[in-house]
T-cell receptor, first 112, second 114 residues
Framework: DAGVTQSPTHLIKTRGQQVTLRCSPK?????VSWYQQALGQGPQFIFQ???????QRGNFPDRFSGHQFPNYSSELNVNALLLGDSALYLC???????????FGQGTRLTVV | AQSVTQLGSHVSVSEGALVLLRCNYS??????LFWYVQYPNQGLQLLLK??????LVKGINGFEAEFKKSETSFHLTKPSAHMSDAAEYFC????????????FGSGTKLNVKP
């Protein structure tokens, strides 16, 4: 079992650009959440997807959007990148009926 | 609303000494509680979790935590620190319900001195 996989591992973008991050959940998991972890901080919840719908959203602007595909994989899109969007983006997956979430290695996004 | 406070952003112990990382939460109802560990340039790995039942929870790598409802605490302990325990540790809470999100503390970096 490959666990939760994220791609790419590192990314450098310029202010104003758009970025797409990808996540494949652990086998058997149907719920995917995205978190932003700024340097020196704990992860902050962005949003959660289940059955291809956004089920919950954290306090992030509309520049942050996502998608879940029929195979449960997910994408996080960020438009009009700001320097402050530089962070580690973590994807977490779980079975909807379970309490426990498994995290991927993250994508390190640097905005210059 | 739920929140998590981790006391001490940095904790330093000697190898073989007791590890104590503190976590307090605020929640209107007893939540699910978790400790995750993060090694440099890695994601989060679950150490242990409390959902219901026994309040003393044992996890991987010799760690354990005790849920104390009266103190709204979920402190993480390990009797004897090992060099490989050096990492950052995050306490998290999650409410009941399928779509509830995790709230994380700001983390505690554990340094283990030889």
């Amino acid at each position: 079992d490959a666990g939760v996989t994220q791609s790419p591992t590192h990314l450098i973008k310029t202010r104003g650009q758009q970025v797409t991050l990808r996540c494949s959940p652990k086998s058997g998991h149907d719920t995917v959440s995205w978190y932003q972890q700024a340097l020196g901080q704990g992860p902050q919840f962005i949003f959660q997807y289940y059955e291809e719908e956004e089920r919950q959203r954290g306090n992030f602007p509309d520049r942050f959007s996502g998608h879940q595909f029929p195979n449960y994989s997910s994408e996080l899109n960020v438009n009009a990148l700001l320097l402050g969007d530089s962070a580690l983006y973590l994807c977490a997956s779980r079975q909807n009926s379970n309490t426990e979430a498994f995290f991927g290695q993250g994508t390190r996004l640097t905005v210059v | 609303a739920q929140s998590v406070t981790q006391l001490g952003s940095h904790v330093s112990v000697s190898e073989g000494a007791l590890v104590l990382l503190r976590c307090n939460y605020s929640s209107s109802v007893p939540p699910y509680l978790f400790w995750y560990v993060q090694y440099p340039n890695q994601g989060l790995q679950l150490l242990l979790k409390y959902t219901t039942g026994a309040t003393l929870v044992k996890g991987i790598n010799g760690f354990e935590a005790e849920f104390k409802k009266s103190e709204t605490s979920f402190h993480l302990t390990k009797p004897s620190a090992h060099m490989s325990d050096a990492a950052e540790y995050f306490c998290a809470v999650r409410g009941y319900g399928n779509f509830n999100k995790f709230y994380f503390g700001s983390g505690t970096k554990l340094n283990v001195k030889p």
